[in-house]
Structures are given as C-alpha cells and as structure tokens.
C-alpha cells in the first residue's frame, strides 16, 4: 500500500514541471525589479536630452527632450574636462589591459593546470592568497612607486599594474584543467611542437570561452575604474570616470552637462552589456566571477 | 598529466648530424623544464613591484612622520596611537560600519526575494537576468552623479516622490541618517541584481525532489522557502556576505561625489568613509605616514574579514565532499 502510494505520488511530481511556474504575482514583482534597475539609466538620458530648466520643474519630466546635441557639443567643447581624451584613455588603458590579462592569466593558468614543475601547488597557493588582499589599499606607496618612475600623470601609470591579476590566472587555471584533455597537448609534445606553439595553437582555442569572458569583465572593470586614475593622474589627462568627477565637482550646477557625460561614459558598456549579456550572466552564475 | 615526454625526433633527423640532434634535444628539454616558470612568471613579478612592495612599503611609512615625499623620521608606532584617540578617524569608522550595515541587510534580503523569483519557469529568463543585472553597466561614477542629483534638496526626484507621502523636503547631505541612507541606496541599486545571480546560481543547484518532498507533506512554499531554499543556499549567502563586507568597507565613490568631490565627506564628516579618510591625509594634507597608518587599519580589518571567508569557504568545501 505504501509503496503504491509513493509510487502513485512520485509520478504525480514526475508529470508536474521540474520547476514552478512563474506566477503572475512574480512577474509583476520582476518587471517592478526591472524598472527600478532601469529608471535611474532612463533619467540619466533623459537630462542629458534636455536644457537645465528640467532641474527646477515639477512634476520632472519623464520625456526625452531634443537638446542631447547641444549637450554633447558643451561636453566635447569643455575645457576642464578633456572628455575626448578622457574616451580615447579609457578605450586604450580598458582594451590593453583586458588583452593582456587575458594573454598573461592563459598562459599561466596553463601553465598551472597542465605542465609539470616543482613548487607548481605552493606558487598556485601563493596566487590564491594573493585574491584576497586588497591591493587598492597599497595606493599611497604605489602612488609613491609612480612618482619615482616618472609616471604620474601618464596614462602607463593606470595601465602596468594591471596588466595581469591573480583571480585571472586562477580563473584560467581551473578553466584549463578541465576543458584541454592531457592526450591533446601530449600529442602534439609527440609531433615535436615547442610549448609554447602548444600553448598557442592547441590550448587557447580550447580556453576561448572563458577568456572571453574574463576579457569582457576586465575592460568592464578596467572602463569604471575611479580611485587610482583619480590619485595618479592629472586633470589634463584623466581617464572618463575621473573626468565625469572633475565635471561634478566644478559644475555641481549644470547637471545636464554632467548627465550627458555619464550617458557617453555607459554607452561602450551598455553596447558590450546588449551583445555579450548572457555570456556575462553566465560567467557571474559559475560564480567564476567578481565583477 | 604527465608531460616529460620528450619529442621524438621526427625520421629526417636521423641523417642530421649528431651534434645537431644533442643540441635539438637538449634545447626542447630546457623548453620542457623552463616554460613554465617563465610563463607564470609576469604575474608575480607585476605583483612583486605593484602589489607587495607597496604593502609592505606603506607599513613603512605608516610608522613614519612623512610629510613629503623624502622628508621624513622614524616615529614608531605614534601613528597608531594618535590613531586611536583620532575622533575623526574613528567618526570614519562608524560612517563606514553604518553604511555598510544600511546597504547590504536590505540588499541582501532583496537579492534573495529577486532570486526566488528568477527561479521559476517562465517566458524570456535571459531577458528578465538581463534586466535586473542592467545597474552594472553603469560605473560607479554615473551612479554618483545620477543618484546625487536624484537626492537633491529642493528638486530632486527623491523629495518629490516622498512629498506624497507627506514628509516634508529632506536636505539629505546635512546630516548622518539621511546620507548614509542616500549613499546606500546607491550601493544597492548597483549591486543586488548582480547579488541576486549568485544567488540563482545557488538555488538551482539545490536538488528539487527536496521540494517536491516537501511538497508531498503539505509544506507551504513559504515554508519550503524558510526551511529549504535558505538553510541550503547559506555557502552562497555566505560567500555574498563577505563579498559585499569587502566592498563596503572600502566604500569610496559613492560618498565622495555625494559630497561634490570633497574628501571630507561633508562639513560635519556626516558621510566620510575610512577610504576617504586614507585619501584625505595622503593626498589632501600630503601626511603620508598618518594616511598609511590608516591604510593599514583598513587593511587588517578587511583582512580579518578575508581569512574569516577563507576559512568557512574551505570548511564548507571540505563539507561537501
């Protein structure tokens, strides 16, 4: 009797749906979610389409206004903010260091997951150790390690220390252990390839997936970085965060001007967030990454 | 995984002279025993020169007067013990606290009910992923700016929609309350989307014939929300817990353009942070020893925070195996 009953009962659940479906009830909580994450992005475009009168107006208005290329002008034209230069810094510190840690954390996590050498577990534990000290902490001294180099104020300067980070390296490190298959690479030991020609042309293709997604979140994070540009450079040659705070603090006024640089500063994010998002949620939900 | 195997010269070599086959095979087996030293190596030398000198380096200078660079005198420990009785350091360390406690409770709480509800079968789930994760494309910066206005006193959109409710105009940078609670709106808005991801992860790997069980013995799914989903989901809680202690207490940005860009955090200090106050002394009042010595402070206690992470994450991964 009882097996019949479980029997019966498990077949029930078998039949239903593996997970529940979403209710109404949910939906509308999600949609709220949504636009609650959305409006603060929609107000930011819609100030920066619009003359400063908006500030004082109530009800604020909830619809694009016509001026964004009045704005766009002021914010090019301005004088403080190198906003032309900040973009051009941005894209080339964002895009170098993403390249290069991608290169770099490859190789090493390579290098960790598939070759043999001694002290290979210690130096592994060394990096693991290594992702939980905040570094940004060490930024007076590093400020310090700057002004004797000469690079203060030089784009190098926001660029070198990044070059290559330990979480990249532990990401690719474990990323390669289980996606190259030893017989691959012990092949191509066999046709005589060198190991860096394995490296090159067996591993990195077999490492695509994950690289790409540690690329897209180091140039994300590279792109939003604000504290140390803000220490080591100068206001004549910020990067663009930097630049949309040196907007804030001498036109804490002209908020349609500040408004149209932050719109300008998310747009290279917002177009890799449209292209690449779900390989973005996805590297967040391996719990891969820390954004 | 073993990887000594040591190429086989390929047929034409064997009429190569020999002394030309010894160097071959001695070069490939440097290749063998020195490639991956020389590949790991960028990043411990990047970490050597960028990382770990300047940690130990501000140790250094924290136990120095250090006014400007070269011009300084070993004082010991004096930077610490002005430290502590430094009522301004220590008002830091409560905004600090205060925030950080403000901002990730209710985020965290949200996270979870927004992940609950991305953990059901339904139309577009990439899409509705998407949306709650659309903050993160902002930088910190924009969410400043954008917020700070949105905060503003006399029209800002904050006020407007609580003058419906009948509070009366809130000046939110003039005092303690009301500026912590701007600035963690701020944190929140960013990050509980991204919270709330980790968290899915996290719930779907729970295995469901524990709820169909439960199910099956009349369990409500509120009951199976409190009695199953959290109890099993604490590593990912966990986890996210420090994640977000880590970030707050290095919580920078946000208060310093909320203040106009000044490092003081108001004229009452009402929202200046431990960050803030490192930057102030460092690179405002050009004490570098002082500002190191803060540097530190912040450090260790994060650093305390770290190993307590690294501690319960190899714990519970021993646990599971």
Known sequence: MKAYIRGRTRAAVAGSARLWQASPLTYAVLIFAIVLSAFPLYWMFVVATRTNDVVGAVPPPFIAGQHLGDNMRRLFDNEQAHFAKALLNSAIASAVVALSTVFFSSLAGFAFAKLRFRGRNALLLVIVATMMVPVQMGIIPLYMVMVHLHWTGKLQAVIVPFLVTGFGVFMMRQYASQAVPDELIEAARVDGASTFRIFWSVVLPALRPAA???????????????????????PDNPTVQYSLALLNSAYFNDYTLMFTGTVVATIPLAIVFVVFGRQIIGGIMEGAVKA | MALDVRPTAPAGAAVAPPGRRRLRTRLSR??????????????YLLFLVFGLFPLGYTFWVSL???????????????????????????????????????????????????????????RAPTLFRMGVLLPLVTSVAAVAIVFTQMFGRDYGMANWVLHFFGVHKVDWQANKWSSWLAVSTMVDWRWTGYNSLIFLAGMQAIPHSLYEAAAIDGASRMRQFWKITVPLLRPTIVFVTIISTIGGLQLFTEPLLFNNGYMNGGSLRQSQTVAMYM???????????????????LFLMILIFSLFNFLIIRRLAGGEK
């Open chain 2, 30 to 43: 440097l290749d063998v025993s020195l490639s991956p030293y020389l590949y790991i190596s960028p990043f």
């Open chain 1, 212 to 234: 790409s997604v540690l690329a897209l979140f180091t140039f994300m994070q590279t792109w939003n970085e604000f504290i140390w540009p803000r220490a080591v450079l100068n």
């Open chain 2, 64 to 122: 120095n007067h250090w006014e400007m660079i070269g011009d300084h005198e070993f004082i010991g420990l004096r930077n610490y013990t002005r430290l502590l009785t430094d009522d301004q350091f220590w008002n830091a360390v409560g905004n600090t606290f205060g925030m950080f406690v403000i901002a990730t409770v209710p985020q965290l709480l949200l996270a979870l009910l927004l992940a609950n509800a991305l953990n059901r079968k339904m």
């Open chain 2, 279 to 297: 930057f102030e002394n460092a690179f405002n009042r050009f004490q570098y020893g002082y500002g190191s010595a803060v540097a530190w402070m």
